[in-house]
């Protein structure tokens, strides 16, 4: 059932190959490999199926024996067998090849698939001789299959030997993977001496050191699972459960059977403990078929112990012993770990006592006692007291130089800090002269401003006295002439004078200095014509217009359109005293475009034999609309209305 089941995954991960694959191959790259659980772990349990079936593909020797090393490697998590014919497969390529290196890289793969079959002695030999061989940064992965073959074998200091020195290595080779799987390794071994404190810390210490790599891998897994085992043996279960749980994702996301076997086979002891009997049952079971799965006796040894444990604490001796002498069985003479075959017989011994049965519980607990001496001897007591005094000396050590950089770091703010105030001070003052300097020049430019303004106005007025002084002097001119028709050219030129006046009076009394408001200006103005031709009395005149100011440029010229024709219709509009009306309007069409209006309800200028051409007046209106840059329009329908349409950024 299971090769069918493997078979039916490659021929799914073959038809979905070049999609998933390129998550670990892109050969369109000069190192198209990126490597499994070192490069990435972007990847789900068909990662061994992509290795597998893109290694025909691969034609460059050092590829393909990376490629079928991690193969053999990380198959030895589901199929001990298959990963040993492809370890061999890889061994007998290099020997072939000539590749010594390689030859010695699979050798390493090959101890750590013997170890998990039992055959200790076997790894043990394999891995010295590929000692030998391998360069420096590969030997904290040897010594850690090192240092299980002695962990197995029961030899606790040896264990703790082979991971001091890959903790050593991976700090002077700067190696994350080898400082954190020492420390795993360690915080495994003190747990295994019931020395739970230490274990917890070496245990979270492995765990930073695996998270900085940013690598969920098959030593990660283990570490979390060794981690809830020292929360489970502290009586915490709640925290040792969260680190169980996280363990089971991720050997269920990468097909991690080994890990999960371990898991479920101390979930059972947790739920056992804590009386939570079903789930017991139920991790028992998981335990037992991923052990079976992988066809590894550790692995199912442990979980029949488990499972005897739980019907040690559910009552059921007999089924208890039935089950843990199946333990005993799996566990052979070459099995080596007297640590959990200790517990067989302490767990048996119990359950023959509970059946009254004193002589078999008697042998059971010295088979127990023999195995617990052989395990936590003097000597290896004493080698993890050495690495307990050497980790707390490491401590302190690591404190002493935290506090002198923490020191330093204060002192090194602190004169970041002065610098800034003093930076801030200079600037500060140098703001203040700048900000007097200002202050100064505005307060003289203010000054400055009030002076041109009062000269402003003083020429204005005196321009108003001027032209003052010129319409008297027309005045007293056309008080010695008889001359009708000089009398009234007279008379228009003095208006003309004023229309041009007034502008000079308003510019010096009011606000602004450049701007005119037409609406009082054309009032005045239009008030004075009418004096001026003694029409008061029967001519109305309108300023229909909003309050508007206009830049003097353009209110000039349009004073003296509005004096020309005003004149014009006092003049030709309303013959022999009758009475009439006179509009002004002035508005803008839009922000560029003014328009001029003024329109009377006369007679007209063609009944009155005048054309729009004829007179002095009227060739004024036309230059002073050209100045502009108007449109000039009459219109004769009702009375005269004369409109003018003026640009206002070209007459500007």
């Known amino acids: 059932m299971r090769i069918e089941k493997i078979l039916l995954i490659t021929l799914i991960m073959w038809f979905f190959l070049p999609e998933v694959s390129g998550q670990i191959f892109d050969f369109s790259q000069a190192d198209p490999y990126q490597k499994v659980f070192v490069e990435t772990d972007d990847f789900d349990t068909s990662y061994l199926t992509i290795l597998e079936s893109t290694l025909p593909r691969i034609h460059c020797d050092t590829l393909r024996f990376e490629v079928l090393n991690d193969l053999a490697y990380y198959w030895h998590t589901r199929d001990l067998n298959k990963a040993l014919i492809l370890a061999r497969q890889g061994l007998h390529l290099a020997k072939e090849k000539n590749f010594p290196l390689w030859h010695g890289r699979f050798q390493i793969t090959e101890g750590a698939i013997l170890l998990r079959q039992e055959k200790l002695d076997s790894a043990r030999q394999v891995l010295q001789e590929a000692q030998g061989v391998v360069p420096e940064k590969d030997l904290p992965l040897l010594y850690t299959q090192m240092g299980y073959v002695y962990e197995r074998k029961g030899q606790l200091d040896s264990a703790a030997n082979y991971a001091q020195r890959t903790m050593e290595l991976g700090e002077g080779l700067h190696d994350n993977w080898a400082i954190g799987m020492a420390n795993s390794d360690l915080s495994n071994l003190f747990w295994k001496q019931g020395k739970y404190s230490q274990a917890l810390e070496y245990g979270l210490k ?5 998270r900085k790599r940013g690598i969920r891998d098959l030593d990660y897994d283990f570490t979390l699972y060794i981690v809830g085992n020292v929360y489970a043996e502290l009586n915490q279960p709640d925290e040792a459960l969260g680190y169980f749980l996280q ?3 991720i050997g269920e996301l990468y097909g991690f059977y080994n890990n999960l076997s371990d898991i479920y086979i101390s979930m059972t002891d947790l739920y056992t403990n804590i009386g939570r009997f079903e789930e017991a049952q139920s991790a028992a079971r998981e335990s037992v078929h991923y052990a079976n799965l992988i066809d590894n006796a550790f692995l199912a040894m442990r979980a029949y112990l488990s499972l005897g444990k739980l019907q040690n604490k559910e009552k059921n001796y007999i089924k208890a012993i ?3 002498e199946t333990s005993i069985e ?6 080596g770990d007297e640590y959990y075959l200790s517990q067989v017989y302490e767990e048996l011994g119990k359950a023959y006592a509970q059946l009254g049965n004193y002589n078999k519980a008697y042998q059971s607990f ?10 936590f001897t003097a000597e290896s007591d004493q080698r993890l007291a050495t690495l307990q005094t050497q980790y707390e000396v490491a401590q302190k050590e690591t404190t002493i130089k935290l506090q002198e950089t923490r020191l330093n770091q204060q002192q090194i703010r602190e004169q970041l800090t002065l610098i800034i105030v003093l930076l801030l001070l200079a600037f500060l003052a140098a703001l203040f002269i700048s900000f007097r300097k200002i202050r100064k020049k505005r307060k003289l430019l203010e000054k400055q401003n009030q002076e041109k303004e009062f000269l402003l106005k003083e020429i204005h007025h005196r321009v108003k006295n001027n032209l003052e002084v010129v319409s008297s002097l027309l005045a007293l001119q056309s008080a010695q002439a008889d001359d009708p028709n000089v009398l009234e050219a007279m008379r ?3 208006n003309r004078v004023y229309s041009m006046g007034i502008i000079h009076q308003k510019l010096y009394q009011g606000k602004a200095l450049a701007a005119i408001e037409m609406k009082d200006y054309f009032t005045q103005l239009g008030i004075h014509i009418l004096d001026s031709f003694g029409a008061t009395n029967h001519i109305k005149m309108d300023c229909e217009m909003k309050p508007m100011e ?3 440029k353009i209110a000039i010229p349009l004073g003296l359109i509005v004096n020309e024709l005003l004149t014009n219709a006092l003049k030709y509009a309303f013959p022999d005293q009758s009475e009439g009306q006179i509009r002004i309007v002035l508005y803008k069409e839009s922000e560029d475009k003014l328009r001029l209006e003024v329109a009377d309800d006369g007679i007209g200028w063609e009944e009155n034999k005048v054309t729009s051409s004829s007179g002095f007046g009227s060739q004024l209106i036309q230059l002073l609309t050209q100045q502009l840059d108007g449109e000039l329009i009459y219109d004769h329908s009702h009375g005269t209305t004369v409109k003018i349409n003026i640009d206002l950024k070209k007459a500007a």
């Open 366 to 375: 010295l088979h127990y006692d023999s195995l617990q001496n052989n395990l």
């Open 550 to 552: 206009l830049d003097v």
């Open 492 to 494: 228009e030129s003095r």
């Open 247 to 249: 363990a089971k994702d």
């Open 322 to 324: 039935e089950i843990l």
């Open 206 to 210: 492995s765990l930073s050191t695996f």
């Open 330 to 335: 799996i566990a052979t003479r070459d099995f």
